[in-house]
């Protein structure tokens, strides 16, 4: 792609500028120099507090949200890998830790970069407030409690003192004024990772795919910032707590709901939700009470709710474009979900897996290891799971597949549905999502290794290396698949790798080696497991439509443009309503209630994202819906047959050359375990 460097280089700038207005944000420079010379040329009559972040914290990423969907759409158009290749060195693990898993230097750079931040921003926010203490009136009560103090400066030093002990501008805590400034500014610092909490839950991001991150394999720092949020707001509720009650007895202030200033009570309704979702956050919860945890979660549409109302237009502002991206995301999801799905087909494996065959619109395109959202009404109708896509778009244009091991209660009920004598089951999707470019591909070698279901991902890459090599000029790696089943019937994993029988496709050229583990038999069976794999075909629904992209083929374009549009369109209403309505109730009454403001601003954000995001998806969505009727049947049985005749007993003859050149590539190992320490990758 030309000029790539170049929008590179732009991203990489306004980037820096955005961080770097984070980094000045605490210091008396920026309190005392910025502040009020930007406050006097952006905060005007249209806008108000809002105009200085609006433009300092809002507009940088939202730029760089929607010029990158530009940027995408012009990288996916040009399919230049070796580009893609040369940056691919950042992606490589460069740190593999139990409690941080696999990180590559791109995600250690940011989270280093992030930690930096607020060690910097809490040690200069106290440095400021400590040197314009607030002081107390005459009649206001004060009393410190010893241990109260002493518990708080322990806490607080037991949490810095590894980082700014030896700092000449951080004083031991003394004092019910500095208590006061430290309780607050956890507060601020809780405030910095909200400004960055919802970027790893958009899955359609145009920013996590610019550094080389993807939505899943970020979603870990989405876990870590909740943690390190929670906890920050939780010292800055309970040291309140503390100094509205031990210190200066003023409990009253903690129910308070202000029509001048921030609203207290919508602190702590937000901070109870905040427990409740946290509690329920836990690895060991979240695992063993996925449903509790999950529908817990859904809390977070309060929390934000009454976070806002407890912040104010300001912080709200700062905050302002991760909420924003995430609610087009989600909404923009919600109406792709709505479709229901042409289920084509699915493989029931003899070990408890099953390959789920979708139609696929042919120009939809996606890369290897991408996942797919699967909701079955007949199960749950509220649940959604994530699988991962085996099948290649260029290999089978017209399908997609997922491979679901039958292991928990839904999975399991979704088993028996298909092994019933169903002959159409009403299912849903939402994606794909995936890595923005297949970067490994190009390599000289692939070492793959994997154990039991964890297969799948590879299956998409050999199904694209497939495809490759049969290309004129294709360049395609060399394999080598290292797995480990516990029995033989697992080992009909290995039937994925080929695709079901009517798609054309020669693995002559393929050096494949595969060297599969059967740990916990100690000989080959006598019966013949592949034999047992049934194929269950589905009847067409005229309501049912092909997977598509949820925009239309020019998605990333489309994106960009309801990004633009509903942003373009916020900041105008908002200058409407602030300029026409706020603004000449605080010049008669010098007071417009502060909450109503937030409301206002959640409103505005709101209508614009439903107005912008539905015009264009129902505008996408009739041509989408002409090109699904043309895709109606696909390697479907003639409609004259009977229901009986739609189950089919195995997916191809063994004799079939693909067949019998994986057969020849496969060597398995019985009562054994793959030794990788001693073993040569050459």
Request: proline share 5%; glycine share 4%; hydrophobic share 45%.
């Amino acid at each position: 792609m030309k000029f790539r460097g170049a929008w590179q280089i732009f991203f990489l700038l306004v980037f820096v500028g955005y961080m770097f207005i984070w980094i000045m944000l605490p210091t008396k420079t920026y309190k005392n120099s910025w502040t009020p010379k930007l406050n006097e040329k952006l905060n005007s009559t249209y806008f108000r507090e809002q105009g200085t972040n609006l433009l300092l914290f809002s507009f940088p990423l939202m730029l760089i949200a929607a010029l990158g969907c530009v940027y995408l759409h012009l990288q996916k158009k040009s399919n230049s890998e070796s580009s893609k290749s040369y940056y691919s060195f950042l992606r490589r693990p460069a740190m593999v830790m139990a409690l941080l898993g696999i990180v590559n230097a791109v995600e250690l750079t940011f989270a280093a970069m992030f930690i930096a931040l607020l060690i910097w921003s809490l040690a200069n926010y106290l440095y400021v407030s400590f040197g314009h203490l607030h002081m107390h009136t005459a009649n206001e009560k004060v009393y410190v409690p010893k241990t109260v103090e002493s518990f708080f400066c322990i806490m607080s030093c037991f949490i810095f003192f590894t980082v700014i002990k030896d700092l000449p501008f951080f004083p031991f805590l003394k004092g019910q004024a500095k208590f006061r400034s430290v309780s607050l500014r956890l507060g601020y610092i809780g405030n910095t990772c909200w400004a960055f909490l919802f970027f790893p839950l958009t899955r359609g991001s145009s920013i996590l795919p610019l550094v080389g991150l993807t939505s899943e394999s970020s979603i870990k720092y989405h876990i870590w910032l909740g943690h390190v949020s929670t906890v920050l707001f939780a010292a800055h509720s309970i040291g309140f707590i503390i100094y509205w009650w031990a210190m200066t007895n003023q409990m009253y202030l903690m129910l308070q709901w202000s029509s001048t200033y921030l609203s207290n009570v919508a602190g702590v309704i937000a901070f109870v939700l905040s427990l409740g979702m946290w509690v329920t956050s836990f690895d060991r919860v979240r695992r063993k009470l996925f449903e509790i945890f999950f529908y817990t979660h859904h809390l977070y549409i309060l929390y934000v709710f009454f976070y806002m109302l407890h912040v104010g237009v300001a912080y709200l502002c700062m905050i302002l474009p991760g909420i924003f991206l995430f609610l087009i995301d989600r909404y923009l999801r919600f109406l792709q979900s709505r479709r229901r799905t042409r289920l084509v087909s699915a493989r029931l494996l003899p070990n408890g897996s099953m390959e789920v065959t979708f139609a696929k619109n042919p120009e939809l395109s996606y890369n290897p290891t991408s996942t797919l959202f699967v909701h079955v009404p007949r199960i749950c109708k509220l649940q959604w799971h994530p699988f991962t896509i085996t099948s290649s778009s260029n290999l089978e244009t017209d399908k997609l597949s997922v491979v679901i091991k039958s292991q928990g209660s839904w999975t399991q009920k979704l088993y028996k549905q298909l092994s019933s004598s169903l002959d159409h089951l009403e299912v849903s999707t939402e994606g794909p999502y995936g890595p923005a470019s297949s970067h490994f591909l190009s390599r000289e070698a692939l070492v793959m290794i994997s154990g039991g279901s964890g297969i799948t991902p590879f299956i998409s890459i050999i199904r694209e290396i497939i495809f490759r090599s049969t290309e004129s000029n294709g360049k395609f790696p060399k394999v080598l698949l290292i797995t480990a089943f516990k029995n033989t019937a697992d080992l009909t994993m290995l039937d994925l790798l080929l695709p079901l029988s009517g798609t054309p496709f020669d693995i002559s050229k393929l050096q494949l080696q595969i060297e599969a583990y059967i740990t916990q038999e100690h000989e080959r069976p006598l019966e013949n497991a592949k034999k047992q794999i049934e194929t269950k075909l589905f009847k067409p629904n005229p309501s049912d439509s092909p997977i598509s992209e949820a925009l239309g083929k020019n998605s990333w374009l489309w994106l960009g443009a309801i990004i633009s549009s509903s942003f373009v369109m916020f900041l105008i209403l908002l200058g409407f309503v602030t300029r026409y309505h706020i603004y000449p109730v605080e010049m008669r009454e010098k007071n417009y209630h502060y909450s109503f403001k937030i409301l206002w601003d959640m409103f505005l954000v709101c209508a614009c994202v439903f107005v912008a995001t539905s015009a264009i998806f129902v505008w996408q969505k009739r041509k989408i819906s002409a090109e699904g009727k043309q895709i109606q049947n696909v390697d479907l049985p003639t409609p004259t047959m009977s229901p009986s005749s739609w189950l089919c007993g195995s997916d191809r003859e063994l004799e079939s050359l693909p067949t019998q050149s994986l057969v020849q590539s496969t060597n398995v190992h019985f009562g054994a375990r793959p030794d990788l320490k001693s073993k040569s990758f050459v």
